[in-house]
């Protein structure tokens, strides 16, 4: 056992001698102990030495090399001694060092063996000084044991780390102060004073600088990284009521765009640093080091911490899915040293703010009134409308007595919470951790509503001093919400169907027996593109069942194969199953226009079923060697990894239909939601696909500093990639990126500069890759289809025909992507700052050329630019002890434009307001392209003396939409159109508020963009086939010379008022109150509650919106090409929600 | 122990070098997990002639070229757009339909600029079986029929475009570089030149009859029908009746007894086909061989029942009032909405199968 001991304590030794010199002390110390039980007689050590005009400091290294001595010395004492020379043979130390040290005023002595210490100013005899070995444990505020902290003599190099435990030994002179410092911690200074037994607590540092970011495949602190990384916390996450972790993400981060979506538990529009492609724009997520699509499946309470990576710097790492930037997810792990509990749970009510206002039930009845007179004024025969008002031929109009709220009817006030439970324990060789969680997520429609149970198991067992091994676990079982569209249909319903039901004694649909039913009406034949809502909404959203398993482990052994060197494997496995279970009901709706006995009919009169099964396997593998240096004043860390990944998506669907109305019905019961219940007639299948990708790379990594002063980042990554081509050899793209940095603050020159705690200037530039070819899971591979199989009578002859053509030579789209910028701490670091500016340009963008006549062609063509500034800063203020204030915020800018597209992304000139956004060189993506609208043309008179409108067939008549001719030829017509509107704000920004005032927490979050527009496509000309409700503000029409300049006449057939144009355009700028939140926290509970600290909090999400749009909020999320457009569906009714929560310790 | 752990280190350090160096091309090697191109034979030109058959009725796949041909937009440009129809079943409906109606459509609208892509994609790749045919000099007898039915399918689809635009440009080679297709408008008369042409090759070349397993496919009398409607948009009445007579006098072909049927499944190919592009191959084919055009002029229903379609291209009053009364033609071309005419989901058309069809004759 000794022997052992011994062994390995000798083997540290000759790693120890290759480390820098503040290992030195330690090293003789260890040796000291070693050959106490060893051997004896090196006190009486030789020494030879030659050197010349010498600096005394490096004869003191010299010495130090060749012998056993050690010297604890303050690097100022002999700083500015004259130069030495020194030329002895087999001398003893007192021969060597009475020479050097002559005439310096420096004394020394030798305390126990060899450590000798030295002393300007006082003379040997002065150095009263005697060794003292010193033991002691160096713990977190939160009282976790800190492992790798340096313990270091004050004003000198020696020193010693702390070991996992946080334990340390050190041997040193008795009145020495020691000095720790720890990566993410403040240093603290503790006076050794004789005690040989220390317990040291750091407190975690707050200095943006010094935090501990997650970058891929690794760790820094963010000061030797030249690059923009934004750690977000896990609490600003949880604290929030969104069952979507990224949602509260918004405003939090520069550079980084998201728009939220009101249905439960969806994805937000995400996009960092502008819109990158006209493909996938959707950043990478990394779950605990597994590369995914989503983060949507993480419990947000679970979440350690969210690192937001924005440069080429930290993005090239990750090669062909790092250009649209990553989001980098840690889960939380135990602490080291304590057993802890967390319950945490929190209520929440949501309600609809700022509905869209629309027509009533009798400013509906005048307005179809007006508009169907109007048609017949313009076209005698166009008479179906007026007959419905005028009930020709039957109850229309007069059978329709509602005054109906739809959004009110289908909208309630809906519920949120979200509980968690998690139990952290550790000992010396294993930290155990694990979370249980469950969440609800109701829609602010009825019944939608989202679930969510996950459970968390993370494990790291110490095997011993070299090997970790461990794993991850998250697991999650979501419900899917049922989504009726109700709040669109709502929307569009006319006010005058009345919400309630009405009882009939009638046939079951079922068939069996009659009964009393309550129905509803069905909508009127001026509207029979549409249903009730309520009915749809009540008779089928139990009728579906939707829930998705997510299965993502991972394991990995971590071996410290020397001091410097680590190594880590580590494999993933990723499995998500859905299924989705749908039931077509039988119900019976009621026509009031009908004669009473006859007035019901069924809506639906065949049952069906579908199922559909969708897989997603993902697999990685990774293994990465770090080797981490200090050579005197150089620093280097170097990583070089190799990582595989195999994803598989594959679905099967299927249908079950009835054939014969009233014939082998499939009962209305959640048992035989299957395919296969003996029930049904005609079963199908529902073409679908499947498909998988592979990727192989290689990559590596090199952070280097001098001084800590310099930096230098450069990264590299070599992906091969099964789907992008063919061609082995073409299969494979290499990205890199390239870093610099300076601390001008560790510049003398910069000492003086008082006010300044913190300056680092950076630069970085690279190459990055993005994934994402047209939706095409094998773009080589042109998919064909058969539908263009010739038929003679029943003779089938298949052929098959490429969907498209592919260029031999398509490679992933690369972003050519730079920054330069600062970041900066000043008086007394409690203003924090940085900026950067931000350049990227997408090169090669993978498109489907069409031009006429040829197939569409996948190929590489086109570019776009985006750049930008981005501002963060915070300051803090601490008013006393009890009170402390910390303002922040951020500010980014955006302008995008597209240099090359070789078509426009819409070929044809939109003619409806629906697709009024267009891509093409020279504009910014999805840009609004129409006319500019002038008014209202007021009489014939009017109409005459303009130029002539030919938009949408022309035809103009009074009270229709002038536009602007443009081009002053005298005639409007497509030429008069130009960018009208741009989806991309100018800026978006977000500040926060924090007040801390004894265990009082007050915060409040502000978010806003300013300078995009919105286009308006509800209410105008959404869908062009049918009678919709009328948006309020058609109250304001035109109905007569004057009295209306801006909303046209209401008559959908005057086609010309609904091409897209100004009249379309609104304000996307807006102000929120994001975030309210007050929260007290209690920590001297009585200890027989046994709880640690208690937290209760209210908060308020979205209390106010300041915006200038009539859609329900002014965010609206959409793809690469086409955002921005309102389209008044229920993913922008973003609701208020007040929260309650509770949070404890024990 | 260090021996065990070196030997545990070696192996993790092993994996993925082996799968560097053995499976690494490999594991790269990912193959459609669908059909693709190399999956079947294409046939060099016979299957791309035949693809022409497809295309045009295509509304499901790439290229979509039924939108062109069968869709709405046809149904827009040949329907609306004539005096028979007037506007669809929803009311709301009427405004788009009524730019057609009204001759308002911008190139730029959607039916419009449809018609025209989907068109000229046709047209290409019609081309392209014709290019093929050319670089490789096929002049076997097979291939000369295809090349025949790629000139009918050219020429038709110029018909088309032509009566719809009048100049159009005209593409009558492989567009290799997008760029190529930048043509301006070529003079009505060019195009028309182009369709005799394309025509009077295929009339030469084009077998009068097929096997029964082609049953349908074009044919010179097709070539001929076709010629002497194209020949009819011009006023040249003696060379169109001179053609007509050609197909009257091979007695090929008469007219169905029942007139009714020739809308229904049972009617496809029957006597008097000379051209058709086939609504549906057998029932339950679902939309991959069906034709769009049944589904969008079909009798929109009111409430579940009797709902055949979507309803676009409603009869006039005037065309109603036309048919002479017991005209049985008329229960088999107009429908009314909400009036199902019995006997099957589908319609019967007011079908009497116990009476002969009182057909008039029409010669």
């Given at each position: 056992?000794?022997?052992?001991?011994?062994?390995s304590?000798?083997?540290?030794?000759?790693?120890?001698?290759?480390?820098?010199?503040?290992?030195?002390?330690?090293?003789?110390?260890?040796?000291?102990?070693?050959?106490?039980?060893a051997?004896?007689?090196?006190?009486?050590?030789?020494?030879?030495?030659?050197?010349?005009?010498?600096?005394?400091?490096?004869?003191?290294?010299?010495?130090?090399?060749?012998s056993?001595?050690?010297?604890?010395?303050?690097?100022?004492?002999?700083?500015?001694?004259?130069?030495?020379?020194?030329?002895?043979?087999?001398?003893?130390l007192?021969?060597?060092?009475?020479?050097v040290?002559?005439?310096?005023?420096?004394?020394?002595?030798?305390?126990?063996?060899?450590?000798?210490?030295?002393?300007?100013?006082?003379?040997?005899?002065?150095?009263?000084?005697?060794?003292?070995?010193?033991?002691?444990?160096?713990s977190?505020?939160?009282?976790?044991?800190?492992?790798?902290?340096?313990?270091?003599?004050?004003?000198?190099?020696?020193?010693?780390?702390?070991?996992?435990?946080?334990?340390?030994?050190?041997?040193?002179?008795?009145d020495?102060?020691?000095?720790?410092?720890?990566?993410?911690?403040?240093?603290?200074?503790?006076a050794?004073?004789?005690k040989?037994?220390?317990?040291?607590?750091?407190?975690?540092?707050?200095?943006?600088?010094?935090?501990?970011?997650?970058?891929?495949?690794?760790?820094?602190?963010?000061?030797?990284?030249t690059?923009?990384?934004?750690?977000?916390?896990?609490?600003?996450?949880?604290?929030?009521?969104?069952?979507?972790p990224?949602?509260?993400?918004?405003?939090?981060?520069?550079?980084?765009?998201?728009?939220?979506?009101?249905?439960?538990?969806?994805?937000?529009?995400?996009?960092?640093?502008?819109?990158?492609?006209?493909?996938?724009?959707?950043?990478?997520?990394?779950?605990?080091g597994?590369?995914s699509?989503?983060?949507?499946?993480?419990?947000?309470?679970?979440?350690?911490?969210?690192?937001?990576?924005?440069?080429?710097?930290?993005?090239?790492?990750?090669?062909?899915?790092?250009a649209?930037?990553?989001?980098?997810?840690?889960?939380?792990?135990?602490?080291?040293?304590?057993?802890?509990?967390?319950?945490?749970?929190?209520?929440?009510?949501?309600?609809?703010?700022?509905?869209?206002?629309?027509?009533?039930?009798?400013q509906?009845?005048?307005?179809?009134?007006?508009?169907?007179?109007?048609?017949?004024?313009?076209?005698?025969?166009?008479?179906?409308?007026?007959?419905?008002?005028?009930?020709?031929?039957?109850?229309?109009?007069s059978?329709?007595?509602?005054?109906?709220?739809?959004?009110?009817?289908?909208t309630?006030?809906?519920k949120?919470?979200?509980?968690?439970?998690?139990?952290?324990?550790?000992?010396?060789?294993?930290?155990?951790?694990?979370?249980?969680?469950?969440?609800?997520?109701?829609?602010?429609?009825k019944?939608?509503?989202?679930?969510?149970?996950?459970?968390?198991?993370?494990?790291?067992?110490?095997?011993?001093?070299?090997?970790?091994?461990g794993?991850?676990?998250?697991?999650?079982?979501?419900?899917?919400?049922?989504?009726?569209?109700?709040?669109?249909?709502?929307?569009?319903?006319?006010?005058?169907?009345?919400?309630?039901?009405?009882?009939?004694?009638?046939?079951?649909?079922?068939?069996?027996?009659?009964?009393?039913?309550?129905?509803?009406s069905?909508?009127?034949?001026?509207?029979n593109?549409?249903?009730?809502?309520?009915a749809?909404?009540e008779?089928?959203?139990?009728?579906?069942?939707?829930?998705?398993?997510?299965?993502?482990?991972?394991?990995?052994?971590?071996?410290?194969?020397?001091?410097?060197?680590?190594?880590?494997?580590?494999?993933?496995?990723?499995?998500?199953?859905?299924?989705?279970?749908?039931?077509?009901?039988?119900?019976?709706?009621?026509?009031?226009t009908?004669?009473?006995?006859?007035?019901?009919?069924?809506?639906?009169?065949?049952?069906?079923?579908?199922?559909?099964?969708?897989?997603?396997?993902?697999?990685?593998?990774d293994?990465?060697?770090?080797?981490?240096?200090?050579?005197?004043?150089?620093?280097?860390?170097?990583?070089?990894?190799?990582?595989?990944?195999?994803?598989?998506?594959?679905?099967?669907?299927?249908?079950?239909?009835?054939?014969?109305?009233?014939v082998?019905?499939?009962?209305?019961?959640?048992?035989?939601?299957?395919?296969?219940?003996?029930?049904?007639?005609?079963?199908?299948?529902?073409?679908t696909?499947?498909?998988?990708?592979?990727?192989?790379?290689?990559?590596?990594?090199?952070?280097?500093?001098?001084?800590?002063?310099?930096?230098l980042?450069?990264?590299?990554?070599r992906?091969?990639?099964?789907?992008?081509?063919?061609?082995?050899?073409?299969?494979?793209?290499?990205?890199?990126?390239?870093?610099?940095?300076?601390?001008?603050?560790?510049?003398?020159?910069?000492?003086?500069?008082?006010?300044?705690n913190?300056?680092?200037?950076?630069?970085?530039?690279?190459?990055?890759?993005?994934?994402?070819?047209?939706?095409?899971?094998?773009?080589?591979?042109?998919?064909?289809?058969s539908?263009?199989?010739?038929?003679?009578?029943?003779?089938?002859?298949?052929v098959?025909?490429?969907?498209?053509?592919?260029?031999?030579?398509?490679?992933?789209?690369?972003?050519?992507?730079?920054?330069?910028?600062?970041?900066?701490?000043?008086?007394?670091?409690?203003?924090?700052?940085?900026?950067?500016?931000?350049?990227?340009?997408?090169?090669d963008?993978?498109?489907?050329l069409?031009?006429?006549?040829?197939?569409?062609?996948?190929?590489?063509?086109?570019?776009?630019?985006?750049?930008?500034?981005?501002?963060?800063?915070?300051w803090?203020?601490?008013?006393?002890?009890?009170?402390?204030?910390t303002?922040?915020?951020n500010?980014?800018?955006?302008k995008?434009?597209v240099?090359?597209?070789?078509?426009?992304?819409?070929k044809?000139i939109?003619?409806?307001?629906?697709?009024?956004?267009?891509?093409?060189?020279?504009?910014?993506?999805?840009?609004?392209?129409?006319?500019?609208?002038?008014?209202?043309?007021?009489?014939?008179?009017?109409?005459?003396?303009?130029?002539?409108?030919?938009?949408?067939?022309?035809?103009?008549?009074?009270?229709?939409?002038?536009?602007?001719?443009?081009?002053?030829?005298?005639?409007?017509?497509?030429?008069?159109?130009?960018?009208?509107?741009?989806?991309?704000?100018?800026?978006?920004?977000?500040f926060?508020?924090?007040?801390?005032?004894?265990?009082?927490?007050?915060?409040?979050?502000?978010?806003?963009?300013?300078?995009?527009?919105?286009?308006r496509?509800?209410?105008?000309?959404?869908?062009?086939?049918?009678?919709?409700?009328?948006?309020?503000?058609?109250?304001?029409?035109?109905?007569?010379?004057?009295?209306?300049?801006?909303?046209?006449?209401?008559?959908?057939?005057?086609?010309?008022?609904?091409?897209?144009?100004?009249?379309?355009?609104?304000?996307?700028?807006?102000?929120?109150?994001?975030?309210?939140?007050?929260?007290?926290?209690?920590?001297?509970?009585p200890?027989?509650?046994?709880?640690?600290n208690?937290?209760?909090?209210?908060?308020?999400?979205?209390?106010?919106?300041?915006?200038?749009?009539?859609?329900?909020?002014?965010?609206?999320?959409?793809?690469?090409?086409?955002?921005?457009?309102?389209?008044?569906g229920?993913?922008?009714?973003?609701?208020?929600?007040?929260?309650?929560?509770?949070?404890?310790?024990? | 122990?260090q021996?065990f752990?070196?030997?545990?280190?070696?192996?993790?350090l092993?994996?993925?070098?082996?799968?560097?160096?053995?499976?690494?091309?490999?594991?790269?090697?990912?193959?459609?997990?669908?059909?693709?191109?190399d999956?079947?034979?294409?046939?060099a030109?016979?299957?791309?002639?035949?693809?022409?058959?497809?295309?045009?009725?295509?509304?499901?796949?790439?290229?979509?070229?039924?939108?062109?041909?069968?869709?709405?937009?046809?149904?827009?440009?040949?329907?609306?757009?004539?005096d028979?129809?007037?506007?669809?079943?929803?009311?709301?409906?009427?405004?788009?339909?009524?730019?057609?109606?009204?001759?308002?459509?911008?190139?730029?609208?959607?039916?419009?600029?449809?018609?025209?892509?989907?068109?000229?994609?046709?047209?290409g790749?019609?081309?392209?079986?014709?290019?093929?045919?050319?670089?490789?000099?096929?002049?076997?007898?097979?291939?000369?029929?295809?090349?025949?039915?790629?000139?009918?399918?050219?020429?038709?689809?110029?018909?088309?475009?032509?009566?719809?635009?009048?100049?159009?440009?005209?593409?009558?080679?492989?567009?290799?570089?997008?760029?190529?297709?930048?043509?301006?408008?070529?003079?009505?008369?060019?195009?028309?030149?182009?369709?005799?042409?394309?025509?009077?090759?295929?009339?030469?070349?084009?077998p009068?009859?097929?096997?029964?397993?082609?049953?349908g496919?074009?044919?010179?009398?097709?070539?001929?029908?076709?010629?002497?409607?194209?020949?009819?948009?011009?006023?040249?009445?003696?060379n169109?009746?001179?053609?007509?007579?050609e197909?009257?006098?091979?007695?090929?072909?008469?007219?169905?007894?029942?007139?009714?049927?020739?809308?229904?499944?049972?009617?496809?190919?029957?006597?008097?086909?000379?051209?058709?592009?086939?609504?549906?191959?057998t029932?339950?084919?679902?939309?991959?061989?069906?034709?769009?055009?049944?589904?969008?002029q079909?009798?929109?229903?009111?409430?579940?029942?009797?709902?055949?379609?979507w309803?676009?291209?409603?009869?006039?009053?005037?065309?109603?009032?036309?048919y002479?009364?017991?005209?049985?033609?008329?229960?088999?071309?107009?429908?009314?909405?909400?009036?199902?005419?019995?006997?099957?989901?589908?319609?019967?058309?007011?079908?009497?199968?116990?009476?002969?069809?009182?057909?008039?004759?029409?010669?």
């Amino acid at each position: 056992m000794k022997k052992n001991g011994t062994g390995s304590v000798s083997q540290s030794i000759l790693i120890y001698q290759k480390v820098a010199r503040i290992m030195k002390l330690t090293v003789a110390m260890l040796l000291f102990a070693c050959l106490q039980v060893a051997a004896k007689g090196h006190g009486q050590e030789r020494i030879t030495l030659k050197m010349n005009d010498t600096e005394i400091r490096k004869v003191l290294f010299a010495i130090e090399k060749k012998s056993e001595y050690r010297f604890l010395f303050s690097e100022e004492s002999v700083k500015g001694k004259p130069k030495v020379n020194v030329d002895v043979t087999q001398a003893t130390l007192p021969e060597v060092l009475d020479r050097v040290l002559a005439n310096t005023g420096i004394s020394y002595k030798v305390l126990g063996t060899n450590l000798v210490v030295l002393k300007e100013g006082v003379n040997a005899d002065a150095i009263i000084s005697s060794e003292i070995r010193v033991t002691g444990k160096v713990s977190s505020s939160t009282g976790e044991a800190l492992a790798g902290v340096s313990v270091s003599v004050k004003g000198t190099r020696t020193g010693t780390t702390t070991d996992a435990n946080g334990n340390f030994t050190i041997s040193v002179p008795d009145d020495a102060v020691l000095v720790f410092t720890s990566v993410g911690y403040e240093s603290v200074e503790v006076a050794v004073a004789g005690k040989s037994s220390l317990t040291v607590t750091l407190k975690q540092s707050e200095k943006v600088q010094d935090a501990v970011v997650v970058i891929g495949y690794g760790t820094a602190t963010k000061r030797d990284l030249t690059g923009s990384i934004t750690k977000v916390k896990g609490d600003v996450i949880a604290s929030q009521p969104n069952s979507n972790p990224l949602s509260s993400l918004q405003s939090k981060v520069a550079g980084l765009n998201i728009i939220n979506s009101a249905i439960p538990g969806s994805t937000p529009d995400v996009r960092i640093r502008g819109t990158v492609s006209v493909g996938s724009i959707r950043p990478v997520y990394i779950i605990d080091g597994l590369f995914s699509d989503n983060m949507d499946f993480v419990n947000p309470s679970e979440i350690e911490s969210v690192e937001v990576l924005k440069d080429p710097s930290s993005l090239a790492i990750f090669g062909i899915k790092g250009a649209a930037g990553a989001i980098l997810v840690t889960t939380k792990r135990a602490k080291a040293g304590q057993l802890n509990i967390n319950f945490n749970t929190s209520y929440g009510s949501k309600a609809l703010v700022d509905k869209i206002q629309l027509a009533n039930g009798d400013q509906f009845r005048s307005l179809l009134t007006f508009e169907a007179n109007n048609r017949v004024a313009d076209d005698p025969s166009n008479n179906s409308l007026l007959s419905f008002v005028n009930n020709v031929g039957g109850p229309g109009m007069s059978a329709f007595p509602g005054n109906t709220d739809w959004i009110d009817a289908v909208t309630r006030k809906a519920k949120f919470s979200n509980t968690n439970l998690s139990i952290d324990g550790s000992s010396e060789r294993n930290r155990f951790h694990m979370g249980l969680g469950y969440s609800y997520d109701e829609g602010l429609v009825k019944h939608v509503r989202y679930d969510r149970l996950t459970i968390n198991l993370n494990d790291e067992l110490r095997v011993n001093k070299y090997w970790k091994i461990g794993f991850t676990l998250i697991g999650s079982k979501e419900n899917l919400p049922y989504n009726s569209g109700a709040l669109e249909n709502a929307r569009r319903a006319l006010p005058i169907i009345p919400t309630g039901t009405k009882t009939f004694r009638t046939q079951n649909p079922y068939g069996i027996d009659s009964a009393n039913f309550d129905l509803y009406s069905t909508t009127p034949i001026i509207q029979n593109s549409e249903t009730n809502p309520l009915a749809t909404l009540e008779y089928n959203w139990d009728k579906k069942v939707d829930t998705r398993y997510r299965v993502y482990g991972s394991g990995y052994v971590d071996i410290n194969i020397t001091k410097d060197l680590n190594f880590r494997s580590t494999w993933y496995g990723d499995l998500s199953f859905r299924e989705n279970r749908e039931y077509t009901p039988l119900y019976n709706l009621y026509d009031p226009t009908q004669p009473a006995a006859s007035q019901v009919f069924a809506k639906n009169s065949l049952t069906a079923v579908r199922q559909d099964l969708i897989n997603t396997k993902s697999f990685q593998q990774d293994y990465v060697a770090t080797y981490k240096k200090r050579i005197g004043e150089h620093n280097l860390t170097a990583m070089a990894g190799f990582t595989t990944t195999y994803f598989k998506y594959d679905q099967l669907s299927g249908s079950l239909s009835q054939k014969t109305p009233g014939v082998n019905i499939i009962p209305d019961d959640e048992r035989f939601y299957y395919l296969n219940t003996g029930f049904g007639d005609i079963k199908s299948i529902i073409p679908t696909n499947q498909n998988e990708y592979t990727t192989v790379s290689g990559f590596g990594r090199l952070l280097y500093n001098y001084k800590s002063k310099y930096f230098l980042n450069a990264s590299f990554r070599r992906d091969g990639s099964s789907q992008i081509n063919r061609d082995y050899s073409k299969k494979f793209q290499s990205f890199w990126a390239l870093g610099a940095a300076w601390e001008i603050s560790k510049e003398s020159f910069m000492s003086n500069v008082k006010f300044i705690n913190y300056l680092k200037l950076k630069a970085s530039t690279g190459l990055l890759g993005n994934f994402t070819a047209q939706g095409k899971a094998y773009p080589a591979y042109p998919t064909i289809s058969s539908s263009a199989s010739a038929v003679f009578g029943d003779n089938l002859i298949p052929v098959y025909v490429p969907d498209y053509l592919f260029d031999p030579n398509l490679h992933w789209e690369t972003v050519n992507s730079s920054e330069v910028g600062f970041e900066a701490d000043a008086f007394n670091s409690r203003l924090h700052f940085e900026a950067a500016y931000y350049y990227k340009k997408t090169k090669d963008l993978i498109v489907l050329l069409e031009p006429a006549g040829i197939l569409p062609t996948l190929t590489n063509n086109g570019s776009i630019e985006n750049k930008g500034m981005e501002f963060t800063g915070s300051w803090t203020q601490k008013f006393s002890k009890d009170l402390s204030l910390t303002v922040g915020g951020n500010l980014t800018t955006y302008k995008n434009k597209v240099l090359h597209l070789e078509y426009p992304a819409r070929k044809t000139i939109s003619s409806s307001e629906q697709t009024p956004d267009q891509a093409q060189t020279g504009f910014p993506i999805g840009f609004f392209y129409g006319l500019v609208a002038d008014g209202i043309y007021q009489s014939y008179a009017d109409i005459l003396a303009s130029p002539v409108n030919t938009i949408n067939g022309g035809g103009v008549k009074p009270g229709d939409l002038k536009y602007k001719d443009l081009n002053s030829d005298g005639k409007i017509d497509d030429n008069d159109r130009q960018m009208i509107g741009d989806p991309t704000p100018d800026f978006t920004y977000g500040f926060t508020t924090s007040l801390k005032y004894k265990s009082f927490d007050l915060g409040i979050d502000f978010a806003g963009c300013y300078g995009n527009e919105i286009y308006r496509v509800w209410g105008t000309s959404e869908q062009k086939n049918s009678v919709y409700n009328y948006p309020a503000y058609y109250t304001e029409g035109w109905t007569a010379a004057g009295n209306s300049n801006w909303v046209p006449i209401v008559n959908q057939n005057h086609l010309v008022n609904r091409a897209p144009s100004t009249y379309g355009i609104e304000d996307g700028s807006y102000f929120r109150i994001r975030n309210l939140s007050l929260a007290y926290t209690f920590v001297n509970l009585p200890k027989v509650t046994g709880i640690k600290n208690l937290r209760l909090s209210v908060g308020v999400q979205n209390l106010k919106t300041w915006k200038n749009n009539l859609g329900y909020s002014p965010e609206f999320a959409g793809g690469a090409l086409s955002y921005g457009l309102d389209f008044g569906g229920a993913g922008s009714a973003l609701p208020r929600i007040f929260t309650f929560g509770l949070n404890a310790n024990f | 122990m260090q021996q065990f752990k070196k030997m545990i280190m070696g192996a993790l350090l092993l994996v993925p070098v082996v799968t560097l160096t053995t499976g690494c091309k490999k594991f790269l090697d990912r193959k459609p997990l669908s059909i693709t191109t190399d999956d079947v034979k294409v046939g060099a030109l016979e299957g791309q002639v035949l693809g022409l058959y497809g295309a045009v009725r295509n509304s499901k796949d790439q290229p979509y070229c039924g939108d062109g041909f069968e869709n709405i937009p046809w149904v827009a440009m040949n329907g609306f757009r004539s005096d028979d129809a007037e506007n669809v079943a929803d009311p709301g409906a009427s405004a788009w339909h009524q730019t057609y109606d009204n001759f308002q459509y911008t190139k730029d609208d959607w039916g419009a600029g449809l018609y025209w892509d989907k068109h000229y994609v046709f047209i290409g790749l019609c081309n392209d079986a014709l290019d093929v045919a050319a670089t490789n000099n096929y002049t076997d007898p097979a291939s000369i029929v295809n090349i025949a039915e790629a000139k009918f399918w050219r020429a038709y689809s110029y018909f088309d475009l032509v009566r719809t635009f009048g100049d159009v440009p005209k593409i009558d080679f492989k567009i290799k570089n997008p760029a190529d297709g930048n043509k301006a408008k070529a003079p009505a008369a060019e195009i028309y030149a182009l369709i005799d042409a394309d025509l009077t090759y295929a009339e030469q070349h084009l077998p009068a009859q097929w096997e029964a397993k082609f049953k349908g496919r074009l044919t010179s009398y097709a070539a001929k029908t076709f010629h002497a409607k194209a020949l009819l948009y011009r006023q040249q009445w003696a060379n169109a009746l001179t053609l007509c007579k050609e197909v009257i006098n091979s007695t090929q072909y008469s007219l169905a007894p029942q007139y009714w049927k020739i809308f229904k499944k049972e009617g496809e190919l029957n006597s008097e086909s000379i051209f058709e592009i086939q609504a549906s191959k057998t029932a339950g084919d679902g939309d991959v061989y069906w034709s769009r055009l049944g589904q969008c002029q079909g009798v929109r229903g009111g409430s579940g029942a009797w709902d055949l379609g979507w309803g676009w291209n409603t009869p006039t009053a005037s065309l109603e009032a036309s048919y002479e009364a017991g005209d049985v033609r008329k229960d088999a071309t107009i429908l009314y909405s909400n009036q199902s005419d019995g006997v099957t989901n589908t319609g019967g058309y007011r079908q009497n199968p116990a009476q002969p069809d009182q057909r008039p004759l029409l010669e």
